[in-house]
């Protein structure tokens, strides 16, 4: 029997100003998973944590991944899921992403390769459907791709890889939650154009500091105008944390894709290890559980841990 084991990893969505077109891997957390290719039809999936995830295929954001390559491919296969799940669901740390995608590329991976990387996005954007309502890419691509992702276009997908500098992560995850549907349904449906251009150039001074490896213009570029302010206001201690990261020498970070996750780059790791220490305190003294999390960024994504085929 065909089988593959994988390592997933967490992703940052955003990146501050790239609203559903940037995304960042890191090293640290990260989701396992065993995939095997069955001679019945059937998409069986188990769950080694205590998070409650649904194991009926067509609820789970795995289980519809494969589905739909099941549909598209006409394959009579099924497939049996273990997920060993490390990134909490609802954390901002890409936790779907990291299912749906680690199911696309494993699944891929039993059948020969036979889907190109643009085609293991799409697959795994159901998922992303499944869990949030809209289809998008800026967890999922850092995840397949590794380092840090432009999603160019999503219909049709168009993945750009950028040039991921040497930096760390700082973040942390208050146990709060914030569902990812809710988030999106309390942004604004329509912007001021001053706020437009002044999105479009942190984007833009965003992309060009990380390709010329300019920590000073990415500090400058991590600045939302437009979602941050809206979505800040559901995560205690938002501007707190934000605040104290610059005085502690953060070249700057902001929501975690929709939060309640928190994070800051940092140039070198002892910054960023001071940043989670603070960013924990913080929590503690308002008596709100967290996790914390130091990273670099991960440059190749999904990594196949043994397969057997």
């Given amino acids: 029997m065909k089988n593959i084991k994988i390592k997933v990893p967490a992703t940052i969505a955003n990146l501050v100003c790239g609203f559903d077109i940037l995304g960042m891997a890191i090293n640290e957390p990260y989701d396992k998973m065993e995939v095997k290719l069955l001679k019945t039809s059937d998409i069986i999936i188990h769950h080694t944590d205590d998070f409650g995830l649904p194991v009926e295929a067509s609820k789970n954001v795995a289980g519809i991944v494969l589905m739909k390559i099941q549909e598209h491919l006409n394959i009579k296969n099924g497939f049996e899921l273990t997920i060993h799940k ?4 609802g954390s901002g740390l890409g936790s779907s992403a990291a299912s749906a995608a680690g199911a696309a590329f494993a699944a891929n991976a ?10 293991v996005v799409h697959f795994a954007m159901f998922g992303e459907e499944l869990a949030s309502g809209v289809r998008h890419a800026d967890n999922i691509a850092p995840c397949i791709y590794g380092g840090i992702t432009l999603v160019k276009s999503s219909d049709p997908i168009d993945i750009i890889s950028l040039n991921a500098p040497a930096l760390f992560v700082a973040a942390v995850h208050p146990q709060v939650e914030v569902k990812t549907s809710d988030a999106r349904q309390i942004l604004k449906k329509n912007i001021q154009l001053k706020d437009a251009i002044t999105q479009w150039g942190n984007i833009a001074g965003l992309i060009a500091g990380i390709e010329k490896n300019d920590l000073s213009l990415i500090g400058r570029s991590l600045n939302d105008v437009i979602v941050e302010p809206v979505r800040s206001i559901l995560i205690p201690e938002f501007e707190t944390i934000k605040r104290k990261s610059l005085e502690l020498g953060a070249l700057g970070g902001g929501i975690s894709g929709s939060g309640p996750s928190i994070f800051m780059l940092a140039e070198k790791k002892e910054t960023a290890q001071k940043l989670a220490h603070m960013m924990k305190s913080v929590y ?12 670099d ?8 841990e043994e397969q057997n085929f």
């Fill in 86 to 89: 490390h990134i909490k669901p």
């Fill in 110 to 119: 039993l059948l020969g390769n036979i889907l190109t990387k643009e085609e």
């Fill in 284 to 295: 503690d003294q308002i008596d709100i559980d967290s996790f914390v999390y130091v990273s």
């Fill in 297 to 304: 960024v991960n440059k190749t994504g999904i990594s196949i």
